[in-house]
């Protein structure tokens, strides 16, 4: 059961009522943000939640069981605190959500809590996006658990990897911008191949916040995997981590780290399972 004040449970048993639902945004970073479906903003606990045009929940639906409720947003990136820019730069993933309903004639009385849950797949189409609101028993049809593999399981600098990250993170600044998804720091002396698969992480220009791995690099020039949202120029700096292809003989080479590698590399694979008897 639902708790709410009386005021409210008594506005809703009224014949005419004057209901809006409220999102309250919270992201990795801290961030909050409130939008709502009413035609006006409405402040409520402390936060301003911002009228969404276009703002478009699907049906709220429940189970009593542990299957996944899901809904999900759909909105026209029309709000000045929402770009196109951090959507595809994953700013807004695993963020939280909270779904009220409020009267928005008394926004005082409380409100009524529909779902809450975290941001899932965030689909771009035109000039609008779609949100998927996964539901809090989502967590319980992820699959943990552990098989054997050749290649470390662990994230470098991770709990089980132990490396310390600091040791092995740079700092500098964007030379030449080839595009989005190449630019070149002649500053750079780390031998080819030294951050491959690494985290790069940008904290100026315009795309600052935003995270991509390192696919190449080779002679100061990087390869993103993925174009960065935004133009990449002369100036921006990031700072990168080395790369990790988590293979034993790089944890034990590059990082001195092979008594924390969390793999089985000497474990025979199907290959030698399936070979012929006295090969």
Known sequence: MKAISEALRGHLSGEVTTLATLWRLTRADGVTMGFTDHDGDIAFDGLTYGAASGFVPTAVAGSAGLAVDNLEIRSVLDSEEIHEGDLLAGVYDGAEVDVMLVNFADPAAGALHLRRGTLGEVRLSDAGFVAELRGMTEAFARIFGQVYTPGCRADLGDARCRVGLSAWTATGSVGEALDRQTFTDAARGEPAGW???????????????????????????????LPMPRDVAPGDQYTVVAGCDKRFATCRDKFGNAVNFQGEPHVPGNDFLIAAAGR
């Open 195 to 225: 951050f491959d698969g690494g985290l790069l992480i940008w904290t100026s220009g315009a795309n600052a916040g935003a995270r991509m791995e390192v696919r190449r690099f080779a002679a100061g020039l990087f390869t993103l995997f």
